[in-house]
């Protein structure tokens, strides 16, 4: 025994604890400094060895970071002790799994990630319980969706999502989880499919991630992120939504100089209505942005919303026509308008006819080169019952007008589909087939009177006179 060593008891663990607390500097006003500890209370001497590994003066964080790929998802958690002097980050557990033989989409197995992740915290809290005090849990993920799940407040999901996302939150906060980026995040290295183990381990993964290392983090904020990046990801995407503008989706089609983005569709209905959906997205998300009123929620999309969506495809494709070097001559021959939405249609010469504005200026669209014409041409192939290739010129013909159509149509699937089947042209189709001839040759035909193009009934001529009895 030293003579600066203190021999003490108490009636129970409280009473310990004051004393170990107050103690030392009650000695050390005498000259004493007590320097080590011994007692036969088992929950004294972790709660002394608690105190000694992380001192009361100092904070102690749990971090925990998840991942996932198409193979596998894991989770790793670190502690972080700061102090006025230094900042210490060390390795405290991880876990990886197997990602389901189910094909997930990748936000899915992020959020299995996550889940993985609340689990190995919940293991973790209760091997550290009496031992060590944490003033923060922080969860990473660099997945937004995910967050986006877990930190939504409606219960909006769908089953598979909301059960899982009810789990997380049962062991961590939603407002404890923040994002990160891919490159930082040390989960991600049992991801990475590479034959040398040593190196990919060899980085953050022991070490943690540097960030976390530095003094000038702070974990406090609801929205904290690494590297200026929001992590409120609904917000971010928000803002990005907000920013876009009215023409920014047109200009983003019309990069290309031979757009066909519309290979994928195998109708005219299912590219409109795929289309306008995604355009109401954007469009809601705009105005919750700017806060405005007018959100559409319907299930089916309005004709106002068809017909927008129609106009940017078929702008689309007349801007390949516009960048062609025989445009000029193309418009010149064809009277070319533009209309007020910036369309291009013909000038005919049914100006005078009861037909409709469509008919009477159809929309230009290209040759078959075009996989939307041909779109177009088949949907009309098909609204005529598979006639034949005048039933369908003259289905065309009531909005637009192909450039080389005869040429477009008889090339097309339709001459096969069509074999046995003979369609009749009318007599307005052939007048219309003269008059876009005449303009094509050059000829700038002045507009058909009235009366040779509008229906009549047959008693507006002619009529039947009365008369005697014949005798024959």
């Not at 299912?270 to 319907?298: A, C, E, H, P, Q």
Request: glycine share 6%; aromatic share 8%.
């Amino acid at each position: 025994m030293y003579a600066d060593d203190l021999l003490s008891g108490t009636d129970g663990l409280g009473e310990a604890k004051v004393l170990y607390e107050k103690s030392p500097s009650t000695m050390s006003e005498a000259g004493f400094d007590l320097r080590k500890w011994e007692t036969n209370s088992q929950e004294l001497r972790a709660y002394i060895s608690s105190q000694e590994d992380f001192p009361s003066k100092n904070r102690i964080e749990l971090h925990a970071f998840s991942d996932s790929s198409k193979e596998l998802y894991c989770a790793v958690v670190y502690l972080r002790l700061i102090s006025n002097d230094e900042v210490k980050l060390s390795f405290l557990a991880s876990k990886t799994k197997v990602a389901p033989l189910k094909t997930l989409t990748i936000p899915r197995l992020q959020l299995l990630g996550c889940l993985l992740l609340s689990k190995l915290i919940k293991e973790v809290l209760e091997g550290i319980k009496g031992r060590i005090k944490l003033d923060k849990i922080i969860c990473w993920s660099d997945s937004e969706v995910a967050l986006c799940w877990i930190r939504g407040k409606e219960k909006s999901w769908e089953p598979w999502v909301e059960n899982r996302v009810v789990s997380i939150r049962n062991v961590v906060d939603r407002d404890s989880w923040r994002f990160v980026k891919g490159e930082i995040n040390p989960a991600d290295v049992p991801t990475r499919i590479s034959s040398n183990l040593h190196e990919c381990f060899a980085g953050c993964w022991f070490s943690g991630p540097s960030f976390l290392l530095s003094k000038h983090f702070e974990s406090g904020g609801k929205d904290n992120s690494t590297d200026g990046t929001n992590g409120n990801s609904v917000d971010e995407l928000s803002v990005k939504i907000g920013n876009i503008s009215e023409g920014s989706c047109l200009n983003n089609t019309t990069q290309n100089d031979t757009p066909d983005n519309a290979c994928s569709l195998n109708s005219v209905q299912l590219g409109i209505v795929t289309t306008g959906y995604v355009m109401r997205f954007i469009n809601n998300l705009r105005k919750r942005v700017k806060k405005r009123s007018g959100v559409i929620t319907d299930d089916v999309l309005k004709v106002d919303e068809y017909e927008t969506v129609l106009s940017m495809w078929i702008k689309d494709e007349q801007l390949v026509i516009k960048k062609q070097s025989n445009f000029r001559n193309l418009r010149a021959s064809l009277n070319l308008f533009e209309d007020k939405d910036g369309s291009l249609r013909l000038k005919e010469r049914f100006a005078n006819s009861s037909l409709k504005y469509e008919e009477q200026h159809p929309v230009l669209l290209r040759c078959k080169d075009s996989h939307f014409t041909r779109l177009v041409i088949w949907d009309a192939h098909e609204s005529t019952m598979h006639h034949g290739v005048e039933s369908t010129l003259a289905r065309v013909r009531a909005r637009y007008w192909i450039v080389k159509e005869d040429k477009s149509i008889e090339h097309d699937e339709i001459a096969e589909s069509t074999e046995g089947n003979e369609g009749n042209e009318t007599q307005h189709d052939s007048l219309r087939r003269s008059t876009r001839k005449a303009a094509v040759d050059g000829q700038n035909a002045l507009r058909l009177r009235d009366k040779y193009i509008t229906e009549h009934s047959h008693t507006e001529f002619f009529g039947v006179g009365g008369c005697r009895n014949f005798i024959l």
